[in-house]
């Protein structure tokens, strides 16, 4: 199996994305789970990967606290969407794992230069804080890393928390800035792929009857996620954003992008946040991520269900 190192926020996606993670060990060995701040604080945001991972029965697992905030700018938080504790919509026993004793940060830093070079992935769901913060500390982890996969971004459609910036990127600009100029090979997840990513109640119906107490709580959380969604976009279902890095990773023939070159806007207070993407190539700048933008939106579900189910 492939190794890699989860940096969440959760979040009902994020779980979600866990689940998925530790539901497939045939290809992923999840080596830790580093908590930044973001749809929450990082008090919530550590406690919700603990739930998650002994909801999943893995109290075994190594998770690790990051950074309770952004590299250069106070934390702007999502409660609107993911209610105040950031995994609403289910009843959840308070975690009795604990966290590691490490910072994040370090982990990151130690664990990418441990492993033999192009073998540790780093999947972002959440601000790339603790990334940055780890690239600024020690920048000879960027040549090992074997590959980057982010939810984040946005282009075509625009963004989610202003009009021109992805929740994600607009937390951390900085942190997301660094991330990109890494040389680090990225994979980007943007909201033009994950709009299609759509918990339609036959999905979530279909989820719930795996009746598994992970399946159940997940098809709870993600309802009270979509009922935010569905006021929101008026569509069948919220978009489910972050589950997607790790199906790209377990299935990359699920979906479809290109190499482009995306650049982070950190300046303007009008677009502050934005990743202006060269879909059409006419900047003459390097690629340097691999944007995905199509996906078979039902395997992704199929996926998701089958491996939940396992857990
Ligand atoms: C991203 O922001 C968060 O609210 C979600 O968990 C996801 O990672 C979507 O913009
Ligand atoms: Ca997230």
């Known amino acids: 199996p ?5 940096d969440t926020d959760p979040g009902q996606d994020d779980a979600a994305a866990i689940m998925l993670a530790l539901g497939s060990p045939e290809e992923l060995e999840v080596v830790g789970i580093c908590a930044v701040a973001g ?15 002994e909801l999943a029965g893995r109290p075994d697992m190594k998770v690790y606290e990051g950074a309770s905030a952004p590299i250069a700018r106070p934390l702007v938080t999502a409660e609107h969407v993911h209610g105040k504790t950031g995994l609403d919509g289910t009843e959840l026993a308070e975690p009795t794992m604990g966290v590691q004793p490490q910072h994040a940060v370090d982990f990151i830093i130690e664990t990418i230069l441990r492993e033999p070079a192009d073998t540790v992935t780093l999947c972002t769901l959440g601000p790339l804080t603790n990334i940055g913060l780890a690239l600024r ?14 939810m984040g971004g946005g282009f075509f459609e625009g963004g989610n928390i202003t009009p021109a910036a992805e929740f994600n990127i607009y937390v951390d600009p900085e942190a997301a800035a660094m991330v990109f100029a890494s040389g680090i090979p990225i994979t980007m997840m943007p909201l033009d792929l994950t709009h299609r990513l759509l918990t339609l109640e036959h999905r979530v119906a279909r989820l719930k009857a795996v009746g598994t107490r992970p399946a159940v709580a997940l098809a709870e ?28 990773l ?26 202006v993407v060269d879909w059409w190539g006419v900047s003459g700048r390097a690629p340097n991520a691999s944007v995905m933008r199509f996906a078979d939106d039902q395997g992704f579900f199929d996926l998701l269900t089958e491996r939940v189910a396992r857990l």
């Not at 492939?2 to 989860?6: A, G, L, P, S």
């Not at 000879?140 to 982010?150: F, G, N, Q, S, T």
């Not at 309802?223 to 997607?244: A, C, I, N, T, V």
């Not at 377990?250 to 990743?275: A, K």
Request: hydrophobic share 40%.
């Open 221 to 248: 959380m993600l309802e009270f996620f979509e009922r935010f969604d569905l006021e929101k976009y008026g569509s069948d279902g919220g978009p489910l954003h972050d589950p997607s890095v790790i199906a790209w």
């Open 137 to 150: 500390k020690a920048p000879e982890i960027a040549p090992r890393v074997k590959r980057l996969v982010m």
């Open 39 to 53: 749809n929450v604080p990082l008090a919530l945001t550590s406690r919700n990967v603990r739930i998650i991972c």
């Open 250 to 275: 377990i299935r990359p023939s699920l979906f479809s992008g290109r190499d482009c070159n995306v650049e982070i806007e950190t300046q303007s207070p009008l677009t502050l946040g934005m990743t």
């Open 2 to 6: 492939q190794k890699i190192i989860i």
